[in-house]
């Protein structure tokens, strides 16, 4: 689905890019991770991205850029901003600075400024500390120039990083508001600005809730709950590595209130500090899988729609996944929404289909019985989209297999007594190239009116899950065999029943 085509794409090609996504994108060569300056402007979302223009591991960090009118289709651009023998351009934001309160553009071409962590080499008289620094563009994203006055916010620390900034409409007139971290303090510093270059400092969060890794890529922004703009809250995103709830990297969130100043939080844990199981359970997980990482949302996206994207990896074993020239993929883009649920706010989160309704060549099963054991589908898919709806009913698990063959497969399993949804990716192909690699995930899911829903988007080497309409996902990736594409539904003990089942492949 990528349409860029270059000169070296035939180069491209090796034994391990059968693992290149169909529908998640990838840098056409080399390594990428976190989305940064993910915005929207004139019918364009751009989506810039940590990037080593040089190599298929980290290093040499700039900043690649894709764009899309769709969020699926993805264009490779040219780099955005490159890192120089100065400084490394790590991650960031961008905003649309209408008003050109910046005076970078004029006021009937305002320009686009990306706020990013200027990350000082040797090289530099700054060596050793990350600041936050400006560039702007004029011509739509395209080209960009660094700002004379960098950086534009320096706390002379070695870990403050990953500013996002988003404008706030407050009674007493609007400003710019940056949330960004200090990394090993656990911590979120929220600071205010007029024009993008003067920063004056409001108030910090944290430690709160998962401080088992470094704080990084905050995001901070408001929803209404069920669509009610008289009751909204506001998402205060915090990634942190390592200390996920699955191992390694993860996406945490608060909810709360956020006055133009100060983020208070309602899901703050604060009795006891230790960071057992049962502790990290109780917070919000944007994803409890171990792929989905360093999430940040869009701006300016049209009715207030907001949308999210995570790197789909781990730092645990990120440099050595075993693909080609290529290294890393994002997320599918996910909508996510509040919505009340057993008298708590809860977070939801849809992903962009990349299966229209309309798609043909689909396999459906209605409604049965599923007795103990195994029933292999009829379909066979390494890309596809999976609907399936189960009553459990006194089985003791139901669930399904995907990328099964050659002695592999992936296991989505719910387990009745304990309530909860597991990937397991032990057999799901190459698992040896690092140890944190296989690995089982599990998310408590409670069943609704004795049913569990699930949407499973299948890539090439990535499974999401969606359970009960995306009030739980569990994201991994997965190296399968070529040929490991069979599908199954199982149940263990009787008494289980199938409402539907639904496969789109590509
Ligand atoms: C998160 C991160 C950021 C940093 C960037 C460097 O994955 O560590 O904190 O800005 O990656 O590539």
Redesign the pocket.
Known sequence: MKTITTANSALAVSATDRFRPAFHYTAERNWL??PNGLVYLNGTYHLFY?HNPFGPD?GN?SWGHATSRDLLHWEEQPVAIPCDGQE?I???SAVFDEHNTTGFGTPANPPLVAIY?S?YSDGSPLAGR?AQSLAYSLDEGSTWTKYQGNPVLDRASADF??PKVFWYDGDAGGYWVMVA?E?VQRQVVLYKSADLKSWEHLSTFGPANATGG?W??PDLFELPVDGNPQDTQWVLIV?I?PGGIAGG?AGQYFLGQFDGATFRSGTTVTEGLQQDDGRMREYGWLDWGRDY??AVSFSNVPDGRRIMIG?MNN?DYARETPTGAWRSAMSLPREVSLTRADGKVRLRQEAVDPFPESQPGGFRLGPRALAAGVLELPAHAAVARIDAEFEPGTAESVGLMVRAGAGERTIIRYDLARGQLGLDRRESGHVGFHEAFPSVETVAVPLQDGRLRLRIYLDRCSVEVFAQDGLATVTDLVFPAGAATAMAVFAEGEGAHLVSLDVVGL
């Open positions: 991770n976190d940590q980290w960090m490394a790590f991650s960031g962590t990350a990350q990083r990953d971290v990394a470094v990084e890529c990634n590595n990297s990482y360093a790197w730092w």
